[in-house]
Nanobody, 125 residues
Framework: QVQLVESGGGSVQAGGSLRLSCAAS????????MGWFRQYPGKEREGVAT????????YYATSVKGRFTISQDNAKNTLYLQMNSLKPEDTAMYYC??????????????????WGQGTQVTVSS
């Protein structure tokens, strides 16, 4: 049974940093994509960043490019999201996702199979 457990969320002031972690169990990230998504209250989940395990190719949403960094430690089966220069509009529930497929043309597809329970990030101004 695959489990994704996020941690590292919390409250921080604008300009601060947080590092989210996603520990995967029962899952081998070989050739698949993992990613981070976030959801605002009453809104649909949106992609933040994805990474292809085999090639390390990354994708970032425009709103976080240059501030967030996605990375993976395959030995620990853990995904990370380093978030710097946080803004109040980054306040959301953040979810880890795994098992997404990869396309040479389009990169990671948004067809993730496994999802974590989420971790709250709150940025105050």
């Amino acid at each position: 049974q695959v489990q994704l457990v996020e941690s590292g969320g919390g409250s921080v002031q604008a300009g601060g940093s947080l590092r989210l972690s996603c520990a995967a169990s029962g899952y081998t990230n070989s050739g698949y994509c993992m990613g981070w998504f976030r959801q605002y209250p009453g809104k649909e989940r949106e992609g933040v960043a994805t990474i292809w395990s085999a090639g390390g190719n990354t994708y970032y949403a425009t709103s976080v490019k240059g501030r967030f960094t996605i990375s993976q430690d395959n030995a620990k089966n853990t995904l990370y999201l380093q978030m710097n220069s946080l803004k109040p509009e980054d306040t959301a529930m953040y979810y880890c996702a795994a098992g997404g497929s990869w396309s040479v043309v389009g990169g990671c597809r948004i067809d993730f199979v496994y999802w974590g329970q989420g971790t709250q990030v709150t940025v105050s101004s």
